[in-house]
């Protein structure tokens, strides 16, 4: 299985910063990388497919990067309803495994 | 609009069976993936596996491999996750959702709770 890790596990940050969270994975996933937002209690939002296209309706605060193995996702000026759960998913080979998950929360 | 609407919560003791459903509309159901996630409490989330409604094609995780079974019935455009002997250890969210590149579109999720 390729192992996805995530960092770090969680952010402190507040209204207006800009942050980057990182996902690195074991092996070479080319390009085929997801980014999510979770809530609390609600399934998770796609943000970002493909290591970099941002999926229809997501803010353009949001961006992402990489390729082979290390791969970002930076918000640009952090909004209130920014402050959630993030993973990072791997659909280059099954199983498709996601990140640990990085908490991003109000300082 | 696509919609994934999955059934509602369960509450069973161990060593029962479970049949979850997530059925997809406004979309071609035969035409992509629907894939099974897991959220244990508090937790972050885990692949169980996927299927393709058009073929029945089954990948499973590892993880899960022997553990559920994942089937589809394309007549009705319904994907199902199902235990043939629940534990404790599977008290969780299941989500399902829609495999375009990535999974685009998500169901509201079915929580299990397997308690004696």
């Known amino acids: 299985d390729i192992q996805m890790t995530q960092s770090p596990s969680t952010l402190s940050a507040s209204v207006g910063d800009r942050v980057t969270i990182t996902c690195r994975a074991s092996?070479?996933?080319?390009?085929?990388l997801a980014w999510y937002q979770q809530k609390p209690g609600k399934a998770p939002n796609l943000l970002i497919y493909e290591a970099s296209s941002l999926e229809s309706g997501v803010p353009s605060r949001f961006s992402a990067r990489g390729s082979g193995t290390e791969f970002t996702l930076t918000i640009s000026s952090l909004q209130p309803d920014d402050f959630a759960a993030y993973y990072c998913q791997q659909y280059n080979s099954y199983p498709y495994t996601f990140g640990q998950g990085t908490k991003l929360e109000i300082k | 609009e696509v919609q994934l609407v999955q059934s509602g919560a369960e509450v069973k003791k161990p060593g029962e069976s479970l049949k979850i459903s997530c059925k997809g509309s406004?979309?071609?159901?035969?035409?992509?993936?629907i894939g099974w996630v897991r959220q244990m409490p508090g937790k972050g989330l885990e692949w169980v596996g996927i299927i393709y409604p058009g073929d029945s094609n089954t990948r499973y995780s590892p993880s899960f491999q022997g553990q559920v079974t994942i089937s589809a019935d394309k007549s009705i455009s319904t994907a199902y996750l199902q235990w043939s002997s629940l534990k404790a250890s599977d008290t969780a969210m299941y989500y399902c959702?829609?495999?375009?590149?990535?999974?685009?579109?998500w169901g509201q999720g079915t929580l299990v709770t397997v308690s004696s």
């Open positions: 959702a829609r495999q375009r590149v990535a999974a685009d579109y």
């Open positions: 406004g979309y071609s159901f035969t035409n992509y993936w």
């Open positions: 092996q070479s996933i080319s390009s085929w």
